[in-house]
């Protein structure tokens, strides 16, 4: 099983090594999906100079990237990956989504499901596991540098060459935002095996159920949903068992059929609260 999920534009800033200790910085080779390798030096390589040209006038710089003025410290991090200290996405990634996940307080058993079925989207690696050592960053997915372009175009090359052996015939959930979602979609065999999820909250409201979208929060509850299918370790292969499996978890979740082959499954998470 593979559940895919958009990374976090807040990222934790990796501590020093106590005593003054030197850190390992980042290795391209020590990612995972090495079939990834030169188009995520390519995108580096522009992001670091784009950032090291800022020293004087960041003005282009933060135009890219979509920064504000207070978020100038963002570009003098960019500009500085190839030497900066790094450690496990996992714990880079920060926010809502990630909260609600707490990958650092899973068990044994739990973690390591995490460190094979988690994929993290990401304007600047492509995808990469919550394992895989990378230094703090800022290059969210719309972001469209003046050589490479637009990421998420850019990306869905790559990503269509190594991501269907990723996910063999197994399942997918597919929690991503909508700019990471056109990085890569599945296709025919492998988007049937394939669930979106959609958050909705359910209030009633004289005597009639009424249902929106949740926006915002809908984050907190996919980290959970996700750390409730860690933790039980069940594998399920077809979206119709994973909506069994997460009714037996103790989500509300209602299933809709692809009206047509080759699309994705959709399953509706139903909530009272948001939180």
């Given amino acids: 099983m593979l559940v895919l999920l958009p990374p976090s534009e807040g990222k934790a800033s990796p501590e020093p090594e106590p005593g003054g200790g030197a850190q390992a910085a980042l290795r391209l080779d020590a990612l995972s999906l090495p079939g990834l390798t030169q188009a995520r030096e390519r995108v580096l390589a522009e992001l670091v100079a784009l950032c090291e040209g800022a020293a004087q006038d960041d003005t282009k710089a933060r135009e890219v990237l979509g920064l504000s003025e207070g978020l100038r410290g963002e570009i003098v991090r960019n500009a500085a990956l190839r030497t900066a200290p790094v450690r496990p996405a996992g714990e880079i990634y920060t926010g809502v989504l990630y909260d609600a996940l707490g990958l650092g307080s899973l068990d044994g058993a739990a973690r390591e499901r995490a460190g094979r079925w988690l994929l993290v989207f990401s304007g600047l690696w492509g995808a990469l596991r919550v394992g895989d050592p990378i230094p703090s960053y800022r290059c969210s997915g719309g972001v469209k540098l003046p050589g490479t372009g637009g990421l998420g175009a850019f990306w869905r090359g790559p990503l269509e060459s190594v991501l269907p052996e990723a996910a063999g015939d197994g399942l997918v959930l597919d929690l991503r935002s909508s700019a990471y979602a056109a990085m890569w979609k599945p296709k025919g065999a492998l988007a049937e095996r394939t669930a979106t999820v959609r958050v909705l909250q359910s209030e009633v409201v004289g005597g009639v159920e009424k249902r929106s979208v949740v926006s915002h929060f809908n984050k907190a509850t996919k980290g959970r949903l996700v750390r409730s299918l860690l933790e039980d370790g069940a594998e399920p292969g077809t979206p119709e068992e ?34």
């Fill in 242 to 275: 994973l909506a069994g499996t997460l009714e037996r978890l103790g989500h509300r979740v209602e299933t809709a059929a692809p009206t047509r082959a080759g699309q994705p499954w959709r399953l509706d998470v139903v909530v009272t609260e948001v939180h």
